[in-house]
């Protein structure tokens, strides 16, 4: 079954998307199996990370903005603003897919994992 997820986030960073897919398996009535999840963008991302400490997911936000600054003139891609290639290089270090299992109907996600999307540039999803 193909569900599609629609998120609306406004600004960079780490969004917990974890009550909607949570939601979307329930809703699927699946009990037992695998939850695939796919963006279909080249400047964001998803991820599971922790979602019980938001200064985890802070210092994650900080790290990525540090390792890949928007302030490098190297850039040549900059046809959409001057996130664009470090979105792209930002995606590429991190995943656009996920698996997660399925059990008892629900997300077998550890005690303190969510799933995040990653936004990651200004222009994402």
Known sequence: MIVKLEVQARHQGLHDISSDVAAAVEAANLTEGL?????????????????????A???????LN???????????????????MPAHIKAALTAVSL???VVDGRLALGAWQGVFLCLIGLYSV
Not at 35 to 55: G, P, W
């Open 66 to 84: 540090r390792l890949v600054s928007e302030e490098d003139a190297l850039y040549t891609h900059t046809l959409e603003g001057p996130d664009d």
């Open 35 to 55: 939850c695939t999840l796919f963006i279909q963008h080249t400047s964001a991302s998803l991820l599971v990370q922790e979602n019980y400490d938001v200064t």
């Open 99 to 101: 698996s997660i299992p």
């Open 57 to 63: 997911r802070q210092d994650l936000e900080l790290w």
